[in-house]
């Protein structure tokens, strides 16, 4: 069954499945459509007064997806496109030429032998932001030799990757890992990565102590956290 109500001047549109359970769940999906998971006995009238109560959260859901599909990471690799680094936006330029990434001005400007070669355009960008990243971070962590020293902290070396899902990790061993798309973050923001994950290698855990340490390097660690996290890469 489908249905849809008026949200100020939008229409919201959703699909009802009835199922086997006592109360009723809303799914806003990424292409943002909007599900609703029935019990058996539900009436169309009860429904459609639940999606009317929750039209303010489904509509801010329905944004996010909106806004994370134009900035996010489903490229077109075409002229035009926003991309970040360091924490500014700049225009991805793609012409014909010799496989090469540069950055000028506000351009990230990218030369491909074929420019319908998406992939190609991906990996190029991908590789240059590695590479960026690895200049960057090496250069970021010096910054904090006085923390180390003073601290005691067996810090070994920094590995740059791809990581999915986390901005940084460490090991027991003293290394450190971080999410090569941090570079597209601000510099500050960065380094409460850095920062962060360095006091891990002091305590392994967020106790107390983590926190204490923390908070005497990175004072300002929930604001750039929320920046962090809310940061439209
Ligand atoms: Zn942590």
Redo the contacts with the bound molecule.
Sequence with gaps: MSSSISYGTTNIAYDVEFRERKTLAIEVHPDRSVHVVAPLKATPEEIQSKVEKRAPWIAKQQRYFNGAKRIGTEKEWISGENVFYLGRQYRLKVDIGIADVKMAGKYLKVTVPDKSNKSQIEALVNSWYLRRARIKLEERILLFHPMLEREGLDFNSLIIRKLEKRW??CTTKGNIVINAELIKTPIHCIDYVII??L??LKYHN?GTS?WKLLNKYCPDWVKLKDKLESFPI
């Design positions: 940084g990790s962060h994950e006091c891990h967020h983590f």
